[in-house]
């Protein structure tokens, strides 16, 4: 598809295509479970930081085991998901190592982070383990619908930019993510979601960072 670009607001934003017969689409593919990974070890939480500070952008999400009861508040995130082109590693919060990791890699400027909707992500992550999201994009803000108002979602960006359709199982979206072992299902919906995002940014032109850059968002550090 063809995409062009439309300034609004003193910011560059993508304009797509909003996509309603998802069904006739073929399935995104996502990764294989042999290619997610979840580090376990301060080992491999040190391995996993090298890998994916060797890539430029990354995809990013959380997830939080959700809540069900009026006025119950969420200790999330319990899970942070990066994805790189060849893999994505799952981690777990309160494994050891896990913590150190994800802020080394979510407070590098060396590294975009790419995602939807990441304002509750970064609010979560300072509130709860203290770490400044940098160096990022959302593009749920980055893109927008031809002729609707609204924030594009990833099933909609899936669709637009690259033509397929990304499973989304309510099943699987309110399970409980703060279970030491996670299903297979589970594996595959965290994955695929910061993977998903990745792709389609990278789907967006022969460098969508440049093309984005007056979007990408540093964190706000707290004031002393």
């Known amino acids: 598809m063809e995409n062009h670009d439309a300034i609004v607001s003193g910011g560059t934003i993508i304009r797509i295509p909003q996509v309603t017969?998802?069904?006739s689409l073929p399935c995104f593919a996502g990764l294989a479970l042999d290619r997610i990974v979840i580090p376990r070890t301060p080992t491999e939480f040190r391995q996993a930081v090298e890998d994916?500070?060797?890539?430029?952008?990354?995809?990013?999400?959380t997830e939080s085991k959700p809540t069900f009861r009026v006025g119950e508040r969420s200790d999330g995130p319990h899970l942070i998901q990066l994805a790189t082109p060849?893999?994505?590693y799952l981690l777990q919060i309160g494994a050891q190592g896990c913590a150190e990791a994800a802020k080394q890699i979510l407070e590098s400027e060396?590294?975009?982070?790419?995602?939807?909707?990441?304002?509750s992500d970064r609010s979560r992550l300072r509130t709860r383990l203290g770490i400044?999201?940098?160096?990022?994009?959302?593009?749920?803000?980055?893109?927008?619908?031809?002729?609707k108002k609204g924030q594009v979602g990833l099933r909609g960006a899936v669709a637009a930019v690259l033509g397929?359709?990304?499973?989304?199982?309510?099943?699987?979206?309110?399970?409980?993510w703060a279970?030491?072992?996670?299903?297979?299902?589970?594996?595959?919906?965290?994955?695929?979601?910061?993977?998903?995002a990745l792709a389609v940014f990278l789907a967006l032109g022969d460098d969508p960072e440049r093309l984005l850059a007056d979007r990408i968002m540093p964190a706000r550090r707290p004031q002393p």
């Open 110 to 119: 060396r590294v975009l982070k790419v995602g939807f909707g990441l304002g």
């Open 132 to 147: 400044e999201l940098q160096h990022s994009i959302d593009l749920g803000t980055a893109l927008r619908y031809e002729g």
């Open 52 to 61: 994916v500070l060797g890539h430029a952008q990354i995809g990013f999400d």
């Open 164 to 176: 397929a359709a990304i499973s989304k199982s309510r099943r699987v979206s309110t399970s409980n």
């Open 86 to 88: 060849e893999r994505a």
């Open 179 to 196: 279970n030491a072992r996670l299903t297979e299902a589970q594996q595959r919906y965290a994955a695929n979601d910061a993977y998903a």
């Open 21 to 23: 017969q998802l069904d």
